[in-house]
């Protein structure tokens, strides 16, 4: 239940890189530098509910840790995958469903904030938020 409430993008570690591996377009990446991302957390067992609200969009995505399912990105990309906890980290495997690659994700608290990193074909980035 870590993980339960309401975070607020603070900062990012080479996004614009990660976007760009991903094929998003610059004009789409310059919006998601300043896109005001909050993510909200509820958790109920082995259920999750994760609503990410920005300046842009709302998307609301619901999983149960170890249940494979398929999903849109907001970038529109699709993909199926899974989340699991591996001790106090969430750790995410999913493959694109138009390239068949992987992405992996982690979702972590460090010194009180959460910590949610991607991986791409060999790209690394993070977004880090505090807790509003």
Request: aromatic fraction near 10%; charged fraction near 35%.
């Amino acid at each position: 239940m870590t993980f339960n409430g309401t975070w607020k993008t603070v900062r990012s570690e080479n996004m614009d890189k990660f976007l760009d591996k991903m094929g998003i377009n610059i004009v789409m990446r310059k919006l998601a530098e300043h896109d005001n991302l909050e993510i909200t957390i509820e958790q109920t067992g082995d259920k999750f509910k994760v609503k990410e609200s920005s300046t842009f969009r709302t998307k609301v995505n619901e999983f149960t840790l170890g249940v494979p399912y398929d999903y849109t990105l907001a970038d529109g990309n699709e993909v199926t995958g899974v989340w699991i906890m591996e001790g106090e980290m969430m750790k995410g495997t999913f493959s694109r469903k138009d390239d068949g690659k992987e992405i992996a994700f982690t979702r972590e608290i460090v010194d009180g904030e959460l910590v949610q990193s991607f991986s791409y074909d060999g790209v690394d980035a993070k977004k880090i938020f505090k807790k509003v």
